[in-house]
């Protein structure tokens, strides 16, 4: 009778170890397969937030470009503004006048050289 008893004992052991064994195997795959499902969720939203973010970028790029664009104007206008000033107190000379008086120069210029072919 005992050595009946350590055998079905033995299998008994030998069965729970195989299902025990045949479980860790399966929640070896199920953890595999889960794994693997939030990895491409996590992919499609990863990849869904980087498109919105490259859209908000470039939102951002024509804001920023048209505010440097506004920008440069007004320093180059206060540049300018400032080297005319410098201009006026160095010469005593008005820029926007000799700029005037330059045009009325070209004007004669051409008038003259319109009489000398006539002549």
């Not at 008893?5 to 008994?12: H, I, L, S």
């Not at 069965?15 to 693997?36: D, F, K, P």
């Not at 008038?111 to 009489?115: I, P, Q, R």
């Given at each position: 009778?005992?050595?009946k008893?350590?055998?079905?004992?033995?299998?008994?052991v030998?069965?729970?170890?195989?299902?025990?064994?045949?479980?860790?195997?399966?929640?070896?795959?199920?953890?595999?397969?889960?794994?693997?499902?939030?990895?491409q969720?996590?992919?499609?939203?990863?990849?869904?937030?980087?498109?919105?973010?490259?859209?908000?970028?470039?939102?951002?790029?024509?804001?920023?470009?048209?505010?440097?664009?506004?920008?440069?104007?007004?320093?180059?206008?206060?540049?300018?503004?400032?080297?005319?000033?410098?201009?006026?107190?160095l010469?005593?000379?008005?820029?926007?006048?000799?700029?005037?008086?330059?045009?009325?120069i070209?004007?004669?210029?051409e008038?003259?050289?319109?009489?000398a072919?006539?002549q």
């Open positions: 009778m005992i050595d008893t350590v055998v079905k004992a033995a299998k008994n030998v069965e729970n170890g195989e299902g025990v064994a045949r479980n860790i195997w399966l929640a070896g795959l199920g953890l595999y397969s889960r794994t693997l499902e939030e990895a969720q996590i992919n499609e939203k990863t990849t869904t937030v980087f498109d919105e973010l490259v859209e908000r970028g470039k939102e951002v790029e024509i804001e920023t470009k048209e505010c440097i664009g506004k920008n440069a104007e007004k320093a180059t206008d206060e540049v300018e503004a400032g080297m005319n000033d410098l201009f006026y107190r010469s005593g000379v008005d820029r926007e006048k000799l700029e005037r008086m330059d045009d009325k070209d004007k004669l210029t008038a003259v050289e319109k009489l072919e006539v």
